[in-house]
């Protein structure tokens, strides 16, 4: 994998904002094992018969020391001292790893876009969501969120090709997601999925405007007429009406709406949808509503098999560096489970790594082929001559 994020990537990143600045010694080859195991939740770094899970700089030293590699590998490099990796960690900005993390989303984008989308119409389809991280508000002094307690919030945007974090932002844990979403801006045509957290009728009046789309719950005090009604057609679509917003808060969304009301049979209720996408049938807007629990499963995978839970440093550049070397790494297996022939869950998959991080073996062949014996070369045989 290092050879899709390659040293140019980021050495110019570094270069950009003056990274190399006092960790000059500290090269890419020992670099790239830091950064990803940095943001590992437990994969062990293993030297002879000893092994770790990523606490402190300690051991992540410890995992970057040579260990027995084959001929056709490259060449062991010194491992870094523990005085070089803390001053990069604290001194480089986490603006760096947010740039390398836009330069891989390109390159792993170009990929996706060869795959099946899980919708027919052409619109792109984005999913906005956010999560919190907390944290311990005596340690972690800055990250104001309640009074007793602290944490971050990670905003995201998922896009439906390849289910890949197009979009990133870590802020606060106070911050209300309307006013991250308020800062958003969307290419024409484009579909966003969202859930009531981020109903703002002003903000739905302007998307509206710039051909923007959005699908989101309704929320059950919402003051509306009735233009015209339709009936539902069975199964899970329960029927529609097409309505325009009243009241002092929907001044600025003056557009006409349509409100569906869909069955959800899993957890029998009923859902009330609310869309400026006045063209699609009304089951389609239903199955796209439904596409947004990808973003939460996302969310899921990424606290599970990611460090965003416990963090290495307490300053907050050491907290965001942390959290944009998880993304980095996560965008490594997205790129990994797309390119791969096999079935491959984001979960399954980081779990079969962590297993066989101590197996030389092609990376390619092993992730087509994860349980296929591989072809052992014979060994040489000296030819000689009896006299």
Request: proline content about 5%; glycine content about 6%; some cysteine.
């Amino acid at each position: 994998m290092p050879r899709k994020m390659d040293m140019s990537l980021f050495g110019g990143m570094t270069y950009t904002h003056s990274g190399r600045t006092g960790v000059r010694s500290l090269t890419w080859t020992t670099f790239m094992p830091v950064t990803c195991c940095n943001s590992s939740a437990n994969i062990p770094l293993c030297v002879g018969s000893r092994c770790w899970t990523i606490t402190n700089a300690r051991p992540l030293r410890g995992g970057t020391r040579p260990r027995n590699r084959s001929k056709a590998s490259s060449p062991p490099a010194e491992a870094p001292k523990r005085s070089t990796l803390a001053y990069a960690n604290s001194h480089r900005p986490w603006q760096l790893y947010q740039g390398v993390f836009e330069q891989l989303l390109g390159r792993c984008q170009t990929l996706a876009a060869e795959r099946r989308r899980p919708f027919r119409f052409k619109n792109p389809l984005r999913v906005i969501d956010s999560t919190v991280i907390d944290l311990c508000l005596e340690v972690f002094d800055w990250a104001k969120y309640r009074r007793t307690k602290g944490a971050i919030k990670l905003h995201l945007q998922l896009q439906d090709c390849g289910c890949l974090p197009c979009w990133a932002l870590v802020t606060e844990g106070r911050t209300h997601d309307v006013r991250v979403a308020q800062g958003l801006s969307f290419d024409p045509g484009t579909i966003v999925v969202m859930d009531r957290a981020y109903t703002d009728y002003g903000m739905f009046g302007r998307w509206d405007a710039e051909g923007v789309f959005f699908v989101t719950r309704m929320k059950a005090n919402a003051q509306y007429e009735v233009i015209h009604s339709l009936p539902g057609g069975g199964g899970a679509f329960r029927g529609e009406e097409w309505i325009r917003l009243t009241g002092v808060a929907a001044k600025g969304c003056t557009c006409i709406l349509r409100r569906i009301r869909i069955w959800d049979a899993e957890n029998e209720r009923e859902i009330v949808l609310l869309t400026n996408q006045r063209s699609l049938a009304a089951t389609t807007i239903g199955r796209i509503y439904r596409y947004r629990w990808q973003i939460e499963l996302f969310f899921k995978a990424l606290k599970q098999n990611l460090r965003i839970k416990t963090f290495v440093g307490t300053s907050e550049n050491a907290v965001k560096t942390q959290v944009w070397t998880a993304l980095i790494a996560i965008l490594l297996l997205k790129f990994m489970q797309i390119k791969s022939s096999w079935q491959w869950s984001l979960s399954n998959l980081a779990a079969m790594l962590r297993f066989n991080l101590l197996t030389y073996r092609d990376l390619w062949e092993w992730l087509n082929d994860p349980y296929g014996v591989p072809i052992r070369e014979p060994e040489p045989v000296q030819l000689t001559l009896t006299l």
